[in-house]
């Protein structure tokens, strides 16, 4: 029913806080960039370490490396969630201020002002959102998620750099004054000139607290000491022997029979071959080692690992020292069934394929009869259910 109202668009005089502010807007997103930065950063070292072949090989030290960097990017990605929306809460009036037409310069930086915006928004929603369902395995999509992560991660990246630029004289002048102060260029209007409940001051409290509550939440999957408090933490501690797993023995298709009696674990170089039984690996001069196992999820733990060293198995087949190796599992369903092992890992003298775990033998979900440990290597590459080790040209 007509009420004789005239229906119009909102403007941004019509948003009614004074906390829609470029001096929250650039407090807030000096540290979204910032662990926008940190998670794209370490997003790129995870990427370099799941590069089957890369041009400069993934370094096997620190022995934590890779545990360090994918808790981080996680725990980043985590901590941008609540500045995100903060953020967007507070400058999305912005979005209904008039389109500048004219002079040509001007018309040209808000135009890339607006397109840096979509282009941020919509990535870093993404980025958060696939990472977040990552972290828990819940895939509800078709596409690779390493690989369409990697390449928005660039876009998001990129966006970010060029809204910094456009807007760097109005961060500028941000931090030149108290929060508290409008900006002169800017002053509110209309119903923004209200003061609200909430000071700008108590909005950032609020939203530091908001972030450093997500962080203590999920930590503790990375940061051992802090598994208490993390109540929304992914794969704390528990698994089979102490240590979590992603992918059950039954998951991942591997046949009872497969792990009993008759298993043989073949050697190949070539055409020399060489095949094991386990109780010829048991045979061998058994090492142990304390590595822990990190997984892209952002999860955890270190366990005291017994096996043969890799480079006395490839001695075996004489193998030349440097030459990657194509691992196979018994595995029938899932990815990863097949990994390269570079060869500065295959030499590494802390590359076990290990029998047992914290003096038991493997359990099977943990990959008996046999599964590669290597030091600050991805666990999804840390292959359970060995059942060939071949040399590669």
């Known amino acids: 029913?007509?009420?004789?109202?005239?229906?119009?668009?909102?403007?941004?005089?019509?948003?009614?806080?004074?906390?829609?502010?470029?001096?929250?807007?650039?407090?807030?997103?000096?540290?979204?960039?910032i662990t926008f930065g940190l998670a794209f950063v370490t997003g790129l070292i995870s990427h370099w370490a799941q590069v089957p072949d890369p041009l400069v090989p993934f370094p096997t030290?620190?022995?934590?490396?890779?545990?360090?960097?994918?808790?981080?990017?996680?725990?980043?990605?985590?901590?941008?969630?609540?500045?995100?929306?903060?953020?967007?809460?507070?400058?999305?009036?912005?979005?209904?201020?008039?389109?500048?037409?004219?002079?040509?310069?001007?018309?040209?930086?808000?135009?890339?002002?607006?397109?840096?915006?979509?282009?941020?928004?919509?990535?870093g929603i993404f980025q958060l959102s696939t990472g977040l369902m990552n972290s828990t395995q819940w895939y509800p999509w078709d596409f690779s998620f390493r690989s369409t992560h990697y390449a928005v991660a660039w876009v998001?990246?990129?966006?970010?750099?060029?809204h910094i630029g456009l807007k760097l004289p109005v961060i500028r002048g941000a931090y030149a004054r108290d929060v508290e102060d409008d900006d002169p260029a800017h002053p509110p209007s209309g119903t923004q000139a209200r003061e609200g409940s909430l000071s700008r001051r108590g909005l950032l409290r609020s939203t530091w607290v908001a972030s450093a509550v997500a962080v203590l939440a999920t930590a503790g999957a990375t940061v051992p000491w802090l598994r208490?408090?993390?109540?929304?933490?992914?794969?704390?501690?528990?698994?089979?022997?102490?240590?979590?797993?992603?992918?059950t023995a039954r998951a991942a298709g591997v046949a009872a029979d497969a792990t009993g009696p008759s298993y043989r674990l073949l050697l190949v170089n070539g055409g020399t071959e060489r095949e094991l039984t386990r109780d010829d690996l048991l045979a061998?001069?058994?090492?142990?080692?304390?590595?822990?196992?990190?997984?892209?999820?952002?999860?955890?733990?270190?366990?005291?690992?017994?096996?043969v060293r890799m480079r006395d198995l490839l001695d075996l087949v004489d193998a030349p020292a440097g030459a990657d190796v194509g691992v196979y599992s018994l595995q029938t369903q899932g990815a990863f069934a097949t990994t390269r092992l570079p060869g500065n890992f295959a030499d590494d003298p802390l590359t076990l394929l290990a029998l047992g775990l914290d003096g038991e033998a493997l359990a099977l979900d943990h990959g008996f009869p046999c599964r590669v440990i290597a030091p600050n290597r991805p666990g999804v590459l840390q292959t359970k259910w060995v059942t060939r080790l071949e040399v590669l040209a």
């Open 1 to 33: 029913m007509a009420t004789g109202v005239p229906i119009r668009p909102p403007t941004s005089a019509d948003f009614g806080s004074r906390l829609h502010s470029p001096a929250v807007a650039a407090r807030v997103g000096t540290w979204l960039g």
């Open 284 to 307: 061998m001069t058994q090492r142990t080692e304390a590595l822990p196992i990190a997984c892209v999820e952002g999860w955890s733990a270190t366990g005291t690992w017994t096996g």
């Open 228 to 247: 208490q408090v993390s109540v929304l933490g992914v794969r704390t501690g528990d698994g089979p022997q102490g240590v979590p797993i992603n992918r």
């Open 156 to 162: 998001a990246i990129g966006a970010l750099v060029l």
């Open 61 to 123: 030290r620190p022995v934590w490396g890779y545990r360090v960097t994918q808790g981080l990017h996680v725990i980043s990605g985590t901590a941008a969630i609540p500045l995100l929306l903060v953020k967007l809460w507070t400058v999305y009036p912005r979005l209904f201020a008039r389109v500048v037409a004219w002079p040509p310069r001007a018309a040209v930086v808000h135009a890339l002002e607006r397109l840096s915006i979509l282009v941020l928004v919509g990535a």
